[in-house]
């Protein structure tokens, strides 16, 4: 049986920000003056847990655990992984949909998207629930 750290290292990584999510949190860190992204997820919603994301600055990122956090960085951007919620987002896809009338697409907004290993979530995409994992 695989040590739970050894199984967060091997799987961080696969935390997945699209190019199109990546753009998009470009400019929301350049328009709050923000240096970070935070992905975490708390108890709630309409599955069991809610994805959170949120720009942070580096001051406020020093009241986080950064020793112990992954942090994922593409293209200028750096997105940091709450430690205390890895294990739930291990396989997540990140990614922006802009809104598309033709596609019935009505507001642009992230999507999270989980890794069906991992978790399963429910139709608004803010909303999921971890699997058991036996390794």
Do not use: H, W
């Not at 753009?23 to 709630?44: C, N, P, V």
């Not at 020093?62 to 205390?84: A, L, V």
């Not at 802009?98 to 009505?106: L, N, T």
């Amino acid at each position: 049986m695989l040590r739970l750290s050894r199984i967060i290292r091997q799987f961080s990584t696969n935390i997945t920000i699209t190019d199109t999510a990546c753009i998009k949190i470009k400019d929301i860190l350049k328009k709050t003056q923000s240096d970070i992204f935070m992905l975490s997820a708390k108890s709630g919603g309409c599955n069991g847990y809610n994805y959170l994301f949120k720009p942070i600055k580096y001051k406020t990122f020093n009241d986080y655990d950064i020793d112990k956090s992954s942090i994922i960085e593409k293209d200028d951007i750096k997105i940091t992984i709450d430690p205390m919620a890895e294990i739930y987002l291990l396989g997540t896809t990140v990614d922006y949909i802009e809104e598309d009338y033709i596609e019935g697409i009505f507001e642009s907004n992230f999507k999270f998207i989980p890794d069906d290993d991992f978790a399963s979530s429910c139709g608004c995409g803010i909303s999921f629930s971890p699997k058991d994992i036996n390794y």
